[in-house]
């Protein structure tokens, strides 16, 4: 991207990024619901990644952005994974 | 008929690299659009939905801004193949490479995400349903 490109996205990246976090606690407190929590977190910052990949294309944008799809993957299924045992033992 | 020699100059080598790296960034700038347009929706309805402390109340929301992300992504991966015109060297391929196996992977997961979320919804609106008098 062009560097007005970037100095537009980079901080739109960051806001994202901010709202991730602010609306995961939120979701938490609101709902007391981990998965809910952690899918609003890792969905929005799933979308800042992706905002700041198409701004910085460096090695480590890449593997940051590789590790965060990696994290996103292992942390829903974790989550899934642990709620479904515990309706199994529930039930 | 068109002259060899004018449309070679026209079609030159310099003037294909600036029209492809001008699409390249339209198509870009267009798929960051939609992530971000998604991201600011999706941020609003979650505020909306917050008050009512129902966890099934965000799947919904969810479900909408992967679509919108799943659509960028498309965008940013039809960028990448159009890069991959006028990357010159072997760092530059191996980076666009790296970046569409993400873009690539990423896609297919929430593809499958959206399917699943969309079956649980329809089995939780199949769940309240009133059976039907006899």
Same mark, same amino acid.
């Given at each position: 991207m062009t560097s007005t490109a970037s100095t537009v996205a980079a901080p739109l =990246?960051? @806001? !994202? #990024?901010?709202?991730a976090v602010v609306l995961g606690v939120a979701v938490f407190l609101a709902t007391r619901h981990v998965r809910s929590a952690l899918g609003v977190?890792? *969905?929005?910052?799933? @979308? @800042? #990644?992706?905002?700041?990949? #198409?701004? *910085?294309?460096?090695?480590?944008?890449? =593997?940051?952005? =590789?590790?965060? !799809? !990696?994290v996103r993957k292992l942390a829903m299924s974790g989550v899934t994974t642990a709620s479904r045992s515990r309706e199994g033992a529930t039930t | 008929m068109v002259n060899?020699?004018?449309?070679?100059d026209f079609l030159s080598e310099e003037r294909l690299r600036s029209v492809v790296d001008l699409?390249?960034?339209?198509?870009?700038?267009?798929? $960051?659009?939609?992530?971000?347009?998604? $991201?600011?929706?999706?941020?609003?309805?979650?505020?909306?939905a917050l008050p009512k402390g129902d966890a099934h109340a965000f799947v919904p929301v969810r479900l /909408?801004?992967?679509?919108?992300?799943?659509?960028?992504?498309?965008?940013?991966?039809? /960028?990448?193949?159009?890069? +991959? $015109?006028? $990357?010159? +060297?072997?760092?530059?391929?191996?980076?666009l490479a790296a970046v569409a196996a993400i873009r690539t992977a990423l896609n297919f997961f929430l593809a499958r995400e959206i399917?699943?979320?969309q079956k649980v919804i329809a089995e939780r609106d199949q769940l309240d349903e009133p059976a039907p008098a006899p």
């Open positions: =990246a960051q @806001a !994202v #990024g901010m709202a977190l890792l *969905d929005l910052l799933l @979308a @800042a #990644g992706l905002l700041r990949l #198409g701004t *910085d294309q460096s090695w480590s944008a890449i =593997a940051s952005a =590789a590790a965060l !799809v !990696v | 060899p020699p004018l449309l070679a699409l390249v960034r339209l198509v870009e700038a267009a798929g $960051a659009l939609v992530i971000f347009v998604g $991201a600011l929706i999706a941020i609003v309805q979650f505020l909306r /909408s801004l992967g679509r919108y992300l799943a659509l960028g992504l498309e965008f940013q991966l039809a /960028s990448d193949v159009l890069h +991959t $015109a006028i $990357a010159p +060297t072997f760092e530059e391929l191996g980076k399917r699943e979320e």
